[in-house]
């Protein structure tokens, strides 16, 4: 059993009022939450038999739409699940914010650190000797699980995304997208090549990529060693503080590959590791340690795992990002702390640590293929698949648990370019490709079967009436053309370039702020250069609405020439769809692309192109970062609902409900389901 038996005992021999308190003798709650699921694809999957097992959970109960958060992105819709409130409240309002006095990009998973510390160089070493403040978790309000603890129900939440860096609870939860790896960023994988890659145009390699050489160290004609490094935590105690890592402040580990003369097969040696692997084959997980002091005064446990995609004739070999060790995270992944211990004791051994553990970035780079991708997302799938049967058999009647699968998301954003699972008749997507398609045009409908397999296992293991929860943070669609929205701000009079510059960045000096009203930031966020609020604002606080409406117009009439279809669907001023204690911190507009469309990586982190406008031709070619009706989600429950038009705020409200708890009045939503 769960059950915080101690705790309610506690409450009742003190005397205390009970209010509130939680029977113990009641159905409890399993809420699996699968990322990017769409509605109409999985109403197609049901008609025609190919999901029987979220049929049978939705005959016995409900499936409908899920309202998603605006705009759709994974960290708001997650945080409005989380916290029961838009971004008003809890203060996430994209992937990214930015930095007002200096116009650059943030990653909103973290807040402002305002006190670094106090620090003092010894023998090379930066050496704090006064604390400064913590690195927090920007996402504000309550999460329902800390509201069901209190109460007495014990909730277990496993992956839950925006939960890092990891605020303090008394529930168990592991945190999951947002997750950095050991570099500190969310997910750098190296490949060790004898021949460069060649990236792609327009596209950056995401990798880390070392140039090797087969050498021959025990001259017998044949080259057998390859030697490298891997690298880890960035090199703090050498950096000054507040300084950002450069290529070589990292501490590194050693990595050998000594390759069989006769046949495909190497030893791979990391720190002191060691496993055999085959051509085409992956590594289990291998422990590599970094000493951040001498004499190892502080080692810092990861863990990697190595896919030998050519060992002969050419060599070329993945290391993944270095993810935490499981079984001894060097910071805080879990709560408490030991949780992701105690996950590894229960799985005998490692899992995945690293927030998006699916390598995207390698098949964007072309290191990767769909073959060598879809086996790496194999190996998440049997993280997820294990993980979930210890969070079964660890749930009992009246506990609450949160379940989360990124099964169908990651694989929607890369595979979709192979066929459209939602419109099967479109025209192929400009990042087609016949060979591949070939082979692999259904899989993200087998992707949809393997959820559904699980889904089924739950129901199988649930206590009879528990209340069993499916829903997705939002739906699909295809994403076949980019815009460039600051070009388009360029283009129309919002930003004006300094003398003789057509492109450029918003931080690094090719913008004429002193001619600039507009800018955008952020994947669906655009601001006004405000007076007082910027670094360089010249717009008076007293012409913003008049500015919000006249440019709100200007955006919706946008048309694509290519097509003659309006790319923008919506413009929302953030003062209109949020509310809350962090309103001021909000977008000033809000863009909500049509299906088809998206802002470009580029202008998100604040680039300014030549074009406004081009076809997508990147491997990631499905998305959900438009506008919210496009995008809705999915709500499968196994009891029937009393309301229908729900959002992500009204299941937060549910699992209020269920478990007797008054609802705040901050909270958005209104419950559903009642026991």
């Known amino acids: 059993m769960r059950h915080n038996l101690l705790l309610g005992a506690l409450v009742t021999m003190a005397g205390g009022c009970s209010c509130g308190r939680v029977s113990l003798d009641q159905p409890g709650v399993f809420v699996l939450g699968v990322d990017g699921m769409d509605p109409v694809i999985l109403r197609r999957l049901i008609d025609e038999g190919k999901a029987p097992n979220l049929a049978a ?61 106090t620090f003092v160089k010894v023998g090379g070493y930066y050496l704090p000797v006064i604390a400064g403040d913590d690195i927090l978790n920007n996402r504000s309000g309550t999460p329902w699980w800390d509201v069901l603890y209190s109460a007495g129900v014990d909730v277990e939440v496993y992956r839950i995304p925006g939960n890092y860096p990891v605020p303090s609870s008394d529930a168990k939860t592991l945190a999951g997208m947002g997750t950095v790896d050991m570099r500190g960023g969310y997910g750098v994988y190296t490949w060790y090549t004898d021949k460069v890659p060649v990236a792609t145009p327009g596209h950056d390699l995401k990798g880390d990529v070392q140039l090797v050489t087969v050498e021959d160290f025990d001259l017998d004609g044949i080259g057998d060693t390859v030697k490298g490094t891997l690298k880890g935590p960035p090199d703090l105690f050498h950096l000054a503080p507040g ?12 990595v050998t590959v000594s390759i069989d003369a006769a046949a495909p097969v190497a030893i791979i040696k990391v720190g002191d590791a060691q496993a055999v692997v085959a051509q085409g ?36 070999l993945y290391a993944s990002p270095v993810n935490f060790a499981a079984d001894a995270p060097p ?63 660890r749930f009992s009647r009246g506990d609450a648990t949160f379940f989360y699968l990124s099964d169908i998301d990651l694989q929607c954003h890369m595979l979709w370019r192979h066929g459209d699972p939602k419109h099967p008749a479109e025209a192929p997507h400009p990042a087609f490709e016949a060979d591949s398609a070939s082979k692999h045009a259904l899989d993200i409908e087998r992707f949809y079967r393997h959820v559904d397999g699980l889904v089924g296992r739950v129901r199988a293991r649930l206590p009879p009436d528990t209340l069993l929860v499916v829903m997705s943070d939002h739906g699909f669609q295809p994403y076949t053309r980019q815009v460039h929205l600051n070009t388009w701000l360029r283009n129309h009079g919002w930003l004006t370039m300094n003398a003789g510059k057509s492109a450029g960045m918003l931080a690094l000096g090719d913008v004429d702020w002193s001619k600039t009203r507009a800018y955008a930031l952020g994947f669906n966020a655009v601001y006004f250069n405000v007076i007082g609020r910027e670094g360089q604002g010249i717009v008076a606080t007293e012409a913003l609405a008049g500015l919000r409406t006249q440019l709100a117009a200007e955006l919706l009439a946008f048309t694509d020439p290519k097509s003659g279809r309006k790319p923008i669907l919506r413009v929302d001023s953030g003062l209109d769809i949020y509310h809350g204690n962090r309103l001021t911190e909000a977008p000033d507009l809000v863009v909500g692309y ?12 604040g680039e300014i192109t030549e074009l406004e406008l081009e076809d997508n031709t990147s491997r990631w070619s499905g998305n959900h970062l438009m506008a919210p009706e496009v995008v809705p989600g999915v709500l499968l429950t196994s009891r029937p609902l009393r309301t229908s038009g ?26 559903f389901l009642t026991p």
Do not use: C
């Not at 992944?333 to 553990?357: H, N, V, W």
């Open 243 to 254: 300084a950002l890592p450069g290529e070589s402040d990292y501490l590194t580990a050693s």
């Open 331 to 393: 910071q805080a992944i879990s709560t408490p702390d030991d949780f992701a211990t105690e996950l590894a004791d229960a799985l005998e051994g490692p899992y995945y640590t690293q927030g998006m553990p699916e390598e995207t970035n390698a098949l964007k780079d072309g290191t990767f293929n769909d073959d060598d991708y879809l086996s790496q997302v194999g190996l998440v799938q049997n993280d997820a698949s294990a993980m979930l049967d210890v969070s079964l058999a």
């Open 594 to 605: 049509d299906r088809d469309y998206g802002h470009s990586d580029e202008s998100t982190l």
């Open 281 to 316: 084959e992956w590594t289990a997980w291998m422990p590599v340690t970094f000493d951040a002091l001498p004499a190892g005064a502080m080692a810092l446990a990861g863990t990697v795992r190595f896919y030998a995609k050519e060992l002969r004739p050419g060599f070329k």
């Open 57 to 117: 959970l939705a005959q016995a109960g409900s499936f409908e739409e899920l309202g998603t958060s605006n705009p759709p992105q994974s960290p708001v819709a997650w945080s409005n699940f989380v916290t029961g409130m838009d971004p008003g409240g809890h203060g996430v309002y994209d992937f990214l914010h930015r930095d007002p006095e200096t116009y650059l990009p943030i990653s909103s998973a973290t807040a402002e650190v305002n006190d670094p510390g």
């Open 646 to 671: 729900n959002d992500l705020t009204d299941v937060t409200a549910t699992l209020y409900a269920w478990y007797g708890q008054t609802l705040p009045p901050e909270l958005r939503g209104q419950p």
